[in-house]
T-cell receptor, first 112, second 115 residues
């Protein structure tokens, strides 16, 4: 059974720092991996989608990498801003079904 | 509308009541998912529709849960005889094509509280 783990569970850093969020998964038979952002009381916003054949994706200050063989992904946020404060979740789509399997998220606080 | 719309935003039900949660996906989106999210956890898959066909309902926790999408657009998640453990946020998501190749667009969810 696929398990997705995110470390750390919470992170607080000063504004302007570069930071890395980690995601690991136990079953490498994934179709893609996605990173989402969730603001309190809101739904989820898709940030980046990496297909299993890709190594990384970039969008603005965000860069996500995927190492499928080792079961790891990282989300790199450059020059963090207070508006980046949110919970960041990673999720994997399995090859075999229609289910996104989610991590529990990393709660990020950027201090002004 | 511009995004996925869910209603009601909040629902309080007494234990044993039936509830119906509605999802209006983005117009023309083929794929529709329902997820259940407990406080402090990631979402858990409930069911998947491709147009009007329910292709995967393996995540529905019991036979008290039922979902439909009869015309391939609006979807309803129905929970019969609600229990306290059903309290959660129920999220709906849609995507323009099949489930694997395009990002999901989520609604803001329905927060269900069973008392």
């Amino acid at each position: 059974k696929q398990e997705v783990t995110q470390i750390p569970a919470a992170l607080s850093v000063p504004e302007g720092e570069n930071l890395v969020l980690n995601c690991s998964f136990t079953d490498s038979a994934i179709y893609n991996l996605q990173w989402f952002r969730q603001d309190p009381g809101k739904g989820l916003t898709s940030l980046l989608l990496i297909q299993s054949s890709q190594r990384e994706q970039t969008s603005g200050r965000l860069n996500a990498s995927l190492d499928k063989s080792s079961g790891r992904s990282t989300l790199y946020i450059a020059a963090s801003q207070p508006g980046d404060s949110a919970t960041y979740l990673c999720a994997v789509f399995m090859d075999s079904n229609y289910q996104l399997i989610w991590g529990a998220g990393t709660k990020l606080i950027i201090k002004p | 509308g511009a995004g996925v719309s869910q209603s009601p935003r909040y629902k309080v039900a007494k234990r044993g009541q039936d509830v119906a949660l509605r999802c209006d996906p983005i117009s023309g989106h083929v794929s529709l998912f329902w997820y259940q999210q407990a406080l402090g956890q990631g979402p858990e898959f409930l069911t998947y529709f491709q147009n009007e066909a329910q292709l995967d309902k393996s995540g529905l926790p019991s036979d008290r849960f039922f979902a439909e999408r009869p015309e391939g657009s609006v979807s309803t998640l129905k929970i019969q005889r609600t229990q306290q453990e059903d309290s959660a946020v129920y999220l709906c998501a849609s995507s323009p094509r099949g489930p694997h190749n395009s990002p999901l667009h989520f609604g803001n969810g329905t927060r269900l509280t069973v008392t």
